[in-house]
Each structure stands twice: as C-alpha cells, then as structure tokens.
Nanobody, 115 residues
Framework: QVQLVEDGGGLVQAGGTRRLTCAASGGGIMINTMGWYRQGPGKQRELVAQISVSGYTTYDDSVKGRFTIFRDNAENMVYLQMNSRTPEDTAVYYC?????????WGQGTQVTVSS
C-alpha cells in the first residue's frame, strides 16, 4: 500500500518562497489523483490544490496565482510550490492520494508563516 510522507514545512517569513514535498512509497502514484490540503488553527481541513492523472490542476481561490502543484510520476513525488506566503497560510499541510476507493493521507507538515 502506498504511504505518503510530507516534508518542507517549518517557520517561514511572509512573502517568501518554499516548496513542500510529498514522497510516495510502497507503490506508484501515476494513476492517482494527488492533492494538497491544509488545516489552519481552529479551522476545518480544506483543499489547497489538486492535480489529476493527466496533469489538470485546480486551486483554492485563496492560493491561485501564488501556489503551484506539480508531480513527478517517475520519482513518485508531488510538490507544492508556495510563493508570496501570508500568515493566513499557516496550517498543517497534508498530501492526499486518491484512486477509486483508495484514499490515503500523509501525516502532515506544519507551516507557520510569520509577518
């Protein structure tokens, strides 16, 4: 079974650039829809960005133009490029893999953006 491990979080300053990574092990992700979600303090988990098998991407309005999701199927990796971050981006970021009824989540990585 595929396992997902996120990395790249930490304390960052507003306005900068950072990249989150999601490494899949135990299987390939080539035919999986992959997504990044986040859960801020006192908030529900929400979709940040998603990329389909064909590479079609969708974004939450709050991150459009600032964040980019992309994937490397050969390396079983999914990335979230975060630009122009704001304190409102502070959250635990989760990677998600979906294929049919198989729905897997990573453990999350904390991103804290200071103003």
């Amino acid at each position: 079974q595929v396992q997902l491990v996120e990395d790249g979080g930490g304390l960052v300053q507003a306005g900068g650039t950072r990249r989150l990574t999601c490494a899949a092990s135990g299987g390939g992700i080539m035919i999986n829809t992959m997504g990044w979600y986040r859960q801020g303090p006192g908030k529900q988990r929400e979709l940040v960005a998603q990329i389909s098998v064909s590479g079609y991407t969708t974004y939450d309005d709050s991150v459009k133009g600032r964040f980019t999701i992309f994937r490397d199927n050969a390396e079983n990796m999914v990335y979230l490029q975060m630009n122009s971050r704001t304190p409102e981006d502070t959250a635990v970021y989760y990677c998600r893999s979906q294929r049919g009824t198989i729905d897997l989540w990573g453990q999350g990585t904390q991103v804290t953006v200071s103003s």
